[in-house]
């Protein structure tokens, strides 16, 4: 099984095996799978709430809404000299022949519509509406395989699309009544968005296939970098360039706080691949579906904001359809995980208390 972390567009396939198990130069291969997993996806979950937290605090600036833009130039800079950096010093990639620099720059454009459009996006909408919308990949990913791919699906994914659906038009809904920033745009650039990363995720999966001498940092610098022209070049021809320019030397706090943003979210990618490495694609599902859950909480909590009960209902249909599907497809996975807890309680239970046999009890109650 695979997946996309559509925060930083790096795709994954489950790899779970022996070996060294990197983050930053620490190698977690070196403890029990259990200590890792702990560590892991407590790391991953505190890194990707603080990067929502970071990317909504923003967002909450005044008048920064219309500079998303820019905000998406500033991480692809920052991640583009962070990758070449563990492209070239840590994760020490071997020297290669040939680039396909045209692939890449196919690869830089699906990048930059599935993060660009997804920050953007954030200018028009509340940050939970967002959220429960990149939540939704399966959706874009169904219908391009029944009307493209000629594609079939089992009753249970058609069942997980609509749960998703209704749940979507819902929290839409609510956020349409309660909050005064809704503007239907945002609906149409995060559905575009979701699109795109639909396309992505199958396009770079080709391409590590094809190339598998380029690492995930090797791929992330050459995307991030075209990437990174790309925006430069749309920012300059639509003048916006200058104006971001001038509102950030306004407003100084913006250039903290996008540094913050882009590293939680590139330390987070590289997390959530090492807790795949050690864990599986499932538990890893499993740990970035509790941070979107998490991340929707905490954001009502610190982020003055219209509530209203059908924000709880709808984001329940959308983790559901999102539970629904997951188990399904790794319903094998979960029994072998469950049948495996069950022998080790057994196991305990029998190491550390012994039966008592029937004369015992009938001395015991004498």
């Known amino acids: 099984s695979s997946g996309i972390n559509a925060e930083y567009g790096v795709h994954f396939t489950d790899t779970t095996q022996t070996g060294s198990n990197l983050v930053c130069g620490v190698d977690f291969s070196k403890f029990s799978r259990h200590v890792q997993f702990l560590a892991l996806s407590s790391i991953v979950l505190g890194l990707y709430i603080l990067y929502g937290f970071a990317q909504e605090k923003i ?20 991640v583009t000299c962070v990758s070449y950096i563990d492209s070239k010093w840590i994760s020490r990639s071997r020297r290669k022949e040939e680039t396909p620099y045209y692939e890449f720059m196919i690869l830089a454009w699906l990048t930059v519509g599935s993060i660009g ?18 939540s939704c990949k399966l959706i874009p990913i169904m219908i391009g395989g029944i009307f493209i791919l000629g594609k079939r699906y089992r009753l249970h994914e058609y069942l997980s699309v609509i749960l998703m659906c209704a749940g979507l038009v819902g929290f839409s809904l609510a956020d349409q009544t309660v909050s005064p920033e809704f503007d239907p745009k945002g609906i149409i650039l995060i559905c575009m968005a979701l699109c795109v990363d639909a396309i992505f995720g199958n396009y770079q999966e080709k391409l590590m296939k094809k190339y598998p001498v380029f690492t995930n940092a090797d791929i992330t610098f050459y995307s991030y970098s075209f990437g990174t022209v790309l925006i430069l070049t749309w920012l300059m021809s639509t003048g916006q ?46 740990v970035t579906t509790m941070r979107k859950v998490l991340t929707l909480v905490l954001s009502f909590i610190f982020f003055a904001k219209p509530f209203c009960f059908q924000y ?5 249909l959308v983790i559901l359809g ?27 239970i029998s190491s550390h208390y012994t039966p008592i046999s ?7 109650q004498v």
């Not at 967002?59 to 920052?78: A, D």
């Not at 590293?263 to 599902?285: E, P, R």
């Not at 709880?312 to 329940?316: E, L, Q």
Request: proline share 3%.
């Open 59 to 78: 967002f909450h600036i005044p008048g920064f809404r219309s500079h998303g833009w820019y905000l998406t130039f500033l991480q692809f800079t920052f």
């Open 117 to 134: 459009l997804s920050t953007v996006s954030l200018g028009f909408l509340n940050f939970p509406t967002q959220v429960i919308f990149k």
């Open 241 to 286: 360039l200058l104006s971001s320019v001038v509102f950030t030397r306004q407003h100084p706090q913006v250039y903290p706080l996008a540094m913050l943003y882009s590293s939680l979210g590139y330390l987070g990618v590289q997390c959530v691949l090492a807790l795949i490495k050690s864990s599986g694609v499932l538990v890893c599902t499993i």
């Open 312 to 316: 709880v209902w709808s984001g329940s």
């Open 322 to 348: 999102i539970g629904i599907n997951v188990y399904t497809k790794n319903k094998a996975s979960i029994h072998r995980s469950f049948g495996a807890g069950s022998r080790s309680f057994q196991r305990f």
């Open 358 to 364: 029937e004369a015992e009890r009938t001395i015991q």
